[in-house]
Each structure stands twice: as structure tokens, then as C-alpha cells.
């Protein structure tokens, strides 16, 4: 079992959901033109991510693991979280409009995203109890808002550099998230 | 196996079931008009008229607390849809003088502006103004980097290559973003049909200003002596002085055109119903359409 600040260092740094696990990549290149959108992306995905998490384990845990049927995690997961997004936007949506209008646009873009269905399974695959699974989920979001901030605003900054044209936007983005992927790898053997 | 599908199909029945109940308790009205009429307004969401976005301004168009006129970018068609979808009935008058276009109060290309410096940085007019008021002679011209290009939500501005921001007409809607955030404060929004155009910005005076530039604006006030219904004045306060025409008195007699010793006032086509939103523009002649010569000046580039 790891301790709580293995759990934490280990989601932000070493194994960083996207620049080490390489999940959560369509987000990661899509919503990272500009630092404004790249916040609300990640106060999503951590909002979905938390709830995703204690959804999944509680599935896992209540339906799955009694009946033997744990291979089937993956699409009940899917399942699972799916519901849960719908259910919470429309909730947001009805209680809290102003939140729905800043954050909205950015809950079905995650519903079915990599990185929120793999936490839910690395919680299982490691063995984690409830409360772990939540600190993790945290943690992997706050790995994931680190990602998608410093790689926001290094794409801000590229756009008004004088780069070849060949090279303007995506090519030169995928190249600055390999750098900063490379910078990650300098954590690996921490552990 | 017969577990597994009962397991996957309860429990999708079971979130179906949450969902089912769920978007009947919590079902938000909305009004369809207000997605209709966010679908007719232009969607560039550019925030001229004062709210945040062509949502806002829907809701507020529903809501009855404003009209479509806010909205500088919307065509005088789908203002008349919108017109019918809020319940006016009969005639709806709607004046093509309404329409408000982007001009450039600068002519210095590269032939008429000379250069101070060479500047190899980063390509951004706000940057680029910090230093010194630009590579260019003059302090009050146009930059040439393009900031205004980068801007534009409807793409309506292409840099020439004469280093002169040239706007399409056919995709200009007057939003007036260009002009609020040139930092040399070249764009201005003025209205469609006008014709006489001061296109410079120098605010010096005298040999200070004719150094600047071949085709920059010396404060003679030649234009406003000369004009024969007093349309143009010269404007002297601490930003330096111009002169100013009055739109509503000029009658297009083209005399101030004539007379300017450093032809920086020209006599330009009004945008038409030529120039439609929505449809390109086909009377580009050459590179140069920002410059007065245009294809008679013989320096192509």
C-alpha cells in the first residue's frame, strides 16, 4: 500500500497522466490554445475526475467484485461515467447557471475522455481503498492542470514567435509537448 | 454469461432509469427563440454590441430588454428575420446608411514612409510601438505587423504587401475591434457610404510632420480653408492636431482632395450593397488597393 504522498507525488510528477501516461492527449493538444481555456478544461476534468472516481469504485466494489465479473470493469465503467456527466450537467445546468455557462462546454467534451476513465481503472488496477482513489483522482488532476497550464502558455508564447511556416501550430506543439514529456521522464525511478 | 448481460443491462437500465427521471426534474425551459436568433445573428461572437456574445445579445433580444441594432455585424437580412421571429409584422425600414465599415488613416507603405531602424523581433504592433513608436520615421502610422490581421473575427484583414493592412469589404462588418486595439489607433469605424477620407494620422505639424512620411498630413489647413460648406476643421488639442471632417456636412465635392499639397485626403468608392456580407469582394485591381495611385503609380511589387 503506498503512503498518501507517494499517491500525490506519484500522480503530479512521475507517472503525470499526460505527459507520462500519455492520456487525456486529445484535451491536452485541443483546449490548449489559450491559457483561459485551458483553466476551465482543467476545473472540469478535476471536477469529473473526483466524482468518476468514487462512482467507478463504488461500482467496482458494490456490482462488480461480489459477482466475479471484474473484467467487465472497463465498459461498466463507461458506462457508469457517462450517466454520471449527463447527470451532473443537467443538475448545473438547473441549479447553476452561471457555473454551466463558464464550465458547460467543457463537460461533454470530457465525458468519455481517456484520462478520467483511466484513473478510474488505475484506482482498481492498484489496489486502492475509497479514500485513496479520491486523493488520487485529485492529484492526477492537479497533474493534469500542471500539464495543461505550462503547455498553454508556451503555445501562447509560440504563437507570435517568428517560427517557419511549415512548423506554425500543431507541428510545433506536438514538439514542445515531447520537450516537456522528456522534462516528466527526469522523475521516473523516484519512486 | 448470463450474469454479465443481466449485470450490464440492469445497470444500464438502472442509469437510464436515473437519467429518464433526472432530465424531467430538472428540465431548464429555454426559449427556442433565443438559439433561432443566436443562428441568424453572425456567431463571431466579437462583443460590440455589449453583451458577452451573439448568446447574450439573443437572450437580451428575447428577454425585450434591446433591439437587434446593437449588433453592428448583422446583416439587414437577418435583422428582418429576426424582426419576424420577435413578431413585427408589415414593412421594416432598414437604412443601408446603417452599415459601419473599418477604414486605414495611414498611406505609408514602403515607398512613402522612409525607415528609421530595421526591426527583426517579434511580430506584434503593441510590441513593436514600445520601441521608439515603431522602425517607421513616423510615430503616428501604421506598424505594419499585422496585430489588427490576427484580431479581426471575421478575417476580414490581410497585411499587402506594401506592408498596409487591406480590408475586405465583403467580410467587414464594422465590429470596430481593429480599431480598438491598434495601438496606433490607424482603424478607425466610420460609416459605409461616406467617400472623402483623411488617410494619415501624423500629428505634428509643419517640417515635422513632412519628414516623416511623403504623404503625411503638415497641418497646412489647406482643406478646411478651401472647403466650400465648412465640413473640415482643424482639430489643435494636446494629441496634436488634424483635421477633422465633418461626415453629415461634407457634400463629396472632392475640392479638399484636389488641394492637399500632400495628398493624404482622398476621395474613396463608399462600400455598396456591392459588398454584401457574406460575398467577396471582386474589384481588387492590384496589390495596391490601399494606395491612392492604385495601378496608375507603375511600382508593382
Known amino acids: 500500500m503506498d503512503s498518501n504522498f507517494a499517491i500525490i507525488f506519484s500522480a503530479v510528477f512521475i507517472s503525470n497522466i499526460v505527459l507520462s501516461q500519455f492520456l487525456g492527449i486529445c ?27 468514487l462512482i467507478s469504485w463504488l461500482v467496482y466494489y458494490l456490482f462488480l467484485a461480489p459477482y466475479d465479473l471484474t473484467y467487465l470493469k472497463t ?32 463537460l461533454p467534451l470530457i465525458t468519455t475522455n481517456c484520462a478520467i476513465l483511466g484513473v478510474a481503472l488505475i484506482n482498481i488496477q492498484k489496489n486502492y481503498t475509497l479514500w485513496q482513489s479520491l486523493l488520487n483522482a485529485v492529484s492526477t488532476a492537479v497533474g493534469y492542470t500542471l500539464a495543461l497550464v505550462l503547455f498553454s502558455c508556451i503555445r501562447e508564447r509560440l504563437e507570435d514567435s517568428d517560427a517557419p511556416e511549415c512548423m506554425k501550430n500543431l507541428p510545433l506543439a506536438l514538439i514542445t509537448a ?5 522534462a516528466i521522464m527526469g522523475f521516473a525511478g523516484i519512486h | 454469461m448470463w450474469k454479465s448481460v443481466a449485470l450490464v443491462a440492469g445497470l444500464g437500465g438502472m442509469f437510464g432509469a436515473i437519467l429518464a427521471v433526472a432530465g424531467r426534474k430538472l428540465a431548464v425551459h429555454t426559449d427556442p427563440r ?17 453583451y458577452p456574445g451573439c448568446g447574450g445579445l439573443a437572450e437580451a433580444i428575447v428577454a425585450g430588454r434591446d433591439g437587434v441594432s446593437p449588433c453592428l455585424a448583422c446583416s439587414p437580412d437577418s435583422k428582418k428575420k429576426i424582426a419576424r421571429i420577435m413578431g413585427f409584422t408589415g414593412d421594416i425600414p432598414l437604412s443601408p446608411d446603417l452599415r459601419k465599415v473599418a477604414r486605414v488613416a495611414c498611406n505609408g507603405c514602403k515607398e512613402n514612409a522612409p525607415k528609421l531602424y530595421n526591426y527583426t523581433g517579434i511580430k506584434d504592433c503593441h510590441l513593436v510601438a514600445k520601441y521608439y513608436g515603431g522602425p517607421g520615421k513616423c510615430n503616428f502610422g501604421c506598424l505594419g505587423f499585422g496585430s489588427c490581421v490576427k484580431m479581426c473575427p471575421f478575417h476580414a484583414i490581410s497585411m499587402s504587401e506594401n506592408g498596409l493592412p487591406v480590408i475586405d469589404y465583403g467580410k467587414c462588418s464594422g465590429c470596430g475591434i481593429c480599431a480598438r486595439q491598434c495601438p496606433q489607433m490607424v482603424l478607425y469605424i466610420t460609416s459605409a457610404s461616406t467617400k472623402i477620407h483623411l488617410k494619415c494620422n501624423n500629428r505634428d505639424k509643419g517640417k515635422a510632420a513632412m519628414v516623416d512620411c511623403s504623404v503625411s498630413c503638415i497641418s497646412c489647413g489647406m482643406c478646411a480653408k478651401v472647403c466650400p460648406v465648412q465640413a473640415i476643421t482643424m482639430r489643435e488639442d494636446a494629441n496634436g492636431s488634424l483635421p477633422v471632417i465633418d ?5 463629396e465635392c472632392g475640392l479638399c482632395v484636389q488641394k492637399c499639397p500632400r495628398h493624404c485626403l482622398h476621395k474613396l468608392d463608399p ?5 454584401e456580407h457574406g460575398t467577396v469582394a471582386t474589384n481588387k485591381k492590384s496589390n495596391c488597393t490601399s494606395c491612392p495611385l492604385g495601378e496608375s503609380c507603375g511600382q508593382k511589387q
Not at chain 1, 515531447?178 to 522528456?182: A, H, L, P, V
Not at chain 2, 433565443?34 to 455589449?50: D, H, R, V, Y
Open chain 1, 27 to 53: 484535451s491536452f493538444l485541443g483546449v490548449s490554445k489559450s491559457l483561459r481555456n485551458a483553466l476551465g478544461m482543467s476545473a472540469a476534468v478535476a471536477f469529473v475526475m473526483v466524482l468518476a472516481s
Open chain 1, 75 to 106: 465498459i461498466v465503467f463507461i458506462l457508469a461515467i457517462a450517466s454520471l456527466v449527463q447527470l451532473v450537467e443537467m443538475f448545473i445546468k438547473k441549479m447553476l447557471p452561471a457555473l454551466h455557462k463558464s464550465m458547460g462546454v467543457f
Open chain 1, 178 to 182: 515531447s520537450c516537456m514529456s522528456i
Open chain 2, 34 to 50: 433565443i438559439e433561432e436568433i443566436t443562428n441568424l445573428l453572425p456567431g463571431a461572437n466579437c462583443g460590440s454590441c455589449g
Open chain 2, 247 to 251: 461626415h453629415s456636412k461634407c457634400i
Open chain 2, 271 to 275: 462600400i455598396t450593397t456591392e459588398h
